[in-house]
């Protein structure tokens, strides 16, 4: 059977609510096995199933620093925890990562520096609702400043992910507001933005609508400079990042994505599993107006192949014809990283490409005090905080 009839035939199974069958099918032809797709007669009934949204829950990689083995020893091989297909299921949460259980929740020091606030608030409207947390600079006097929204990855907070980021921390330097929505159970059971459905890749309508709802009514409440609005995100926030930026152009000035997946990557459970494994067909963006952005991904990511960046840059350069400008570094005691900038005519960075070598599935330049992060990579943060800085609507 061809790949295509058995993406179509595990399609059709999703829908008729086999999962197992089309997640062993799946898996069979990522493997390159000769796959067969099951037949009416030889496939057991199943019983109609409520589809809830796909999970994927997968350990956060752990990356060994090779500079500290000597060469003469071997790499340890570890042994392979044998999975069903229902566990592989299991996996889909829109991709993210499987939460740390029992982690000690961060501390408010490492979430906010003093002195500053840290509020909740909610909004709603015909798509559902939505909570979030506000953080208000000491600096706030009334002036209009930039606001960055944070897109949590799967199993996260907002409190969580503003821990791992030490976004909070950048913005107090910069004088920025930044808001972190937060992605329910209810609408996923791993707290996935769910990325891959096409419901919520439209502008107007599904968690889009949610997020820019969110944006514009911070916008309404405090003093934000309207040309200075920015989206990042991590893993599957880092793909909702991307949806905001190709559906929501007149509202964010640049986007910065972290381990994600390009705007119509996928459009249903096959083709997300596809896409992650750096199958999947190339992502769409007809129609869709470039918006700066940065990209942050790593080489030994297993979760969400590094392919998935070159797509998200080459989405958002459009049909330009950019200068590229390549340039090589290394954190002391860590990653090296290639860092490709994609310049228009003009000399305006339209995209950064920061390629981490040896970097797994986290946030790069992160602090241990909030899940997946990676300390030994660049300052992603700070890279994209001055990224977006640099750009603003209407230039």
Request: overall charge positive; some cysteine.
């Amino acid at each position: 059977m061809l790949n295509q009839d058995i993406v179509r035939e595990a399609t059709r199974l999703t829908r008729a609510g086999q999962l197992v069958e089309a997640t062993a099918l799946l898996q069979r032809m990522l493997r390159g096995d000769s796959a067969r797709a099951p037949t009416a007669r030889s496939a057991a009934p199943a019983p109609p199933a409520r589809l809830e949204p796909p999970t994927i829950d997968v350990e956060p990689n752990v990356v060994e620093d090779r500079e500290s083995r000597p060469t003469s020893q071997p790499r340890p091989v570890q042994g392979r925890k044998r999975t069903s297909p229902l566990d592989e299921m299991r996996k889909f949460s829109g991709f993210g990562l499987q939460g740390p259980i029992g982690r000690t929740p961060p501390s408010t020091s490492d979430i906010v520096p003093e002195g500053t606030r840290f509020i909740a608030g909610t909004y709603g409207n015909a798509a559902g609702s939505r909570t979030y947390k506000l953080f208000i600079p000491s600096g706030c006097q009334g002036q209009q400043l930039p606001l960055i929204v944070m897109l949590h990855g799967c199993t996260q907070s907002p409190d969580d992910f503003a821990a791992g980021t030490r976004m909070n921390f950048l913005a107090e330097e910069q004088n920025c507001f930044v808001v972190y929505p937060e992605q329910p159970r209810g609408a996923n059971q791993s707290k996935c933005w769910n990325w891959f459905r096409t419901g919520d890749q439209r502008r107007g309508g599904g968690e889009p609508s949610m997020i820019a709802g969110i944006t514009r009514q911070i916008m309404r409440d405090h003093a934000i400079d309207p040309k200075r609005v920015y989206v990042a995100g991590l893993s599957a926030g880092g793909a909702a990042a991307a949806i905001m930026g190709a559906t929501y152009s007149d509202l964010y000035a640049a986007v910065g994505v972290h381990s994600g997946l390009a705007c119509g990557a996928a459009s249903d459970l096959p083709s997300a599993f596809a896409a992650m494994q750096g199958g999947g067909s190339k992502a769409i963006a007809d129609g869709k107006t470039s918006v700066p952005t940065i990209v942050f991904h790593g080489n030994r990511d297993t979760t969400v192949h590094p392919k998935n960046g070159d797509q998200i840059i080459e989405q958002s350069a459009g049909a330009m014809r950019p200068t590229t400008k390549v340039l090589r570094g290394r954190v002391p005691n860590g990653h090296a990283y290639t860092r490709t900038i994609l310049s228009d005519a003009g000399g305006r960075a339209i995209s950064e490409h920061w390629n981490i070598d040896g970097a797994g599935h986290a946030w790069s330049g992160g602090s241990p005090a909030g899940s997946y992060t990676d300390p030994q990579g660049p300052d992603a943060t700070r890279e994209m905080l001055r990224f977006f800085l640099e750009h603003s609507l209407g230039r």
